[in-house]
């Protein structure tokens, strides 16, 4: 695309704004029952994964 003038500030102007990366939200505090898991503020519902322990396995 052509410009009208030779200012880098209308190369600028016509250039696509980038959005900022969303920011990562504080940890957990210690007492919260999300404390320490990998995938908090990722819209987690509880019962959590980490509370669901896995069924025994049926030995034959």
């Known amino acids: 695309m052509r410009t009208f003038t030779n200012s880098p500030y209308e190369r600028m102007m016509m250039q696509v704004p980038r959005s900022p ?5 504080a ?7 999300c404390h320490g898991c ?21 030995t034959a």
């Open 27 to 33: 940890p957990a505090p210690k007492g919260h029952p």
């Open 21 to 25: 990366r969303p920011s990562r939200p």
């Open 38 to 58: 990998k995938r908090y503020g990722e819209g987690c519902i509880l019962p959590c994964y980490r509370g669901i322990n896995r069924a025994p396995s049926a």
